[in-house]
């Protein structure tokens, strides 16, 4: 469910209009992220990635690390660029109540592919967005992913080929990946890296116009 955040404005006529005309900035290094936005027609005036800890708390719960960590990302960028709108986001790959890393190296990757390898799991996408006026917005967004169970040569090639960098849980499901999912239940940009339909209403219910 969405959560706004309203703040005071001078009139919501006012605020639609400035919004119709204010830049969109992505707080996001992601390539994926950029992608997803311009093949729904959303090309941001600026990429601006966040530089925050992105290191989960003692106990900290994926889905309240996501919204977290998009939020943190949200205020990094946000005094940089008055007067714009502003998208954060953040993915989480999650087994249970664990947080899977972006790999850093192959063995970290194998850990992660090994893990996944013949259950379901969780990929949690968090928005947050902001609009010129200040108003606030966000959501979260869960996809459940099905891995086959993998055989070791599978897992050997897949580390070879290098798509895990940094990828959450290790995998690009747009990539080579692909044909280790037989089904996932819920949102397929989610997985890659952002949910389309969640984050258009997003902007569009802050009076963002592409």
């Not at 800890?53 to 996501?66: M, N």
């Not at 087994?95 to 990929?123: Q, W």
């Amino acid at each position: 469910m969405a959560v706004v955040h309203p703040e005071e404005t001078p009139s919501a006529a006012a605020a639609s209009a400035r919004g119709a005309a204010a830049p969109l900035v992505l707080a996001s290094a992601s390539p994926r992220r950029l992608q997803l936005l311009q093949q729904v027609g959303i090309r941001p005036a600026d990429v601006d990635p966040a530089d925050v800890d992105e290191t989960p708390r003692r106990r900290e719960l994926p889905h309240v690390y996501a919204r977290r960590v998009a939020r943190d990302k949200l205020a990094a960028v946000a005094a940089r660029h008055p007067g714009a709108f502003l998208l954060a986001a953040d993915t989480v790959v999650a087994v249970g109540r664990r947080i899977l890393p972006k790999p850093e190296d192959a063995a970290e990757a194998r850990r992660c592919l090994e893990l996944l390898s013949g259950r379901r799991h969780r990929v949690l996408g968090a928005i947050a967005v902001q609009a010129p006026d200040g108003r606030r917005a966000e959501t979260l967004v869960t996809t459940a992913v099905v891995f086959k169970r993998l055989s070791a040569q599978e897992v050997a090639r897949y580390l070879d080929s290098g798509e895990w960098r940094g990828k959450a849980g290790g995998y690009a499901i747009q990539g080579a990946a692909a044909a280790f999912i037989p089904k996932i239940i819920g949102s397929y940009p989610n997985v890659v890296g952002l949910p389309l339909v969640e984050t258009c209403n997003l902007l569009t219910g802050l009076g963002y116009r592409a």
